[in-house]
């Protein structure tokens, strides 16, 4: 089962939901808006991917958050992930034990094949 993780007013994910339904592809989708994830599942991501592919340093909450400015160390960026969920990345995909952040439809292809 693939888990897209997102929420439903971004570009990338419509682009990532839409490239699954023409492939016949059931997918989970999880909305950061009404279910938020916490730590335990930030953490699961970094086991899997890294912080500067996790976090969004072009979105506007990160902008909102003047975030630059503050020079974080990576616990605090980490902890800035569990609190404001709008600043990963999006759309976030587990297939398995695999995670895929961002919409590229050519890595997406090799989970469908």
Request: include cysteine; charge should be positive.
């Amino acid at each position: 089962m693939i888990t897209l993780y997102g929420i439903k007013s971004c570009g990338s994910v419509k682009k990532a939901l839409a490239f699954f339904k023409e492939k016949g592809i059931e997918v989970r989708f999880v909305d950061f808006k009404s279910t938020p994830v916490g730590c335990e599942k930030i953490d699961e991501w970094l086991r899997l991917s890294n912080l500067e592919t996790l976090l969004n340093t072009k979105g506007t909450t990160y902008k909102t958050l003047n975030l630059k400015a503050q020079n974080l160390n990576d616990a605090q960026k980490r902890d800035y992930l569990c609190s404001h969920n709008l600043l990963i990345k999006r759309p976030v995909i587990e297939v398995g034990q695999r995670l895929i952040v961002g919409f590229d439809p050519n890595i997406y292809e090799g989970i469908v094949s």
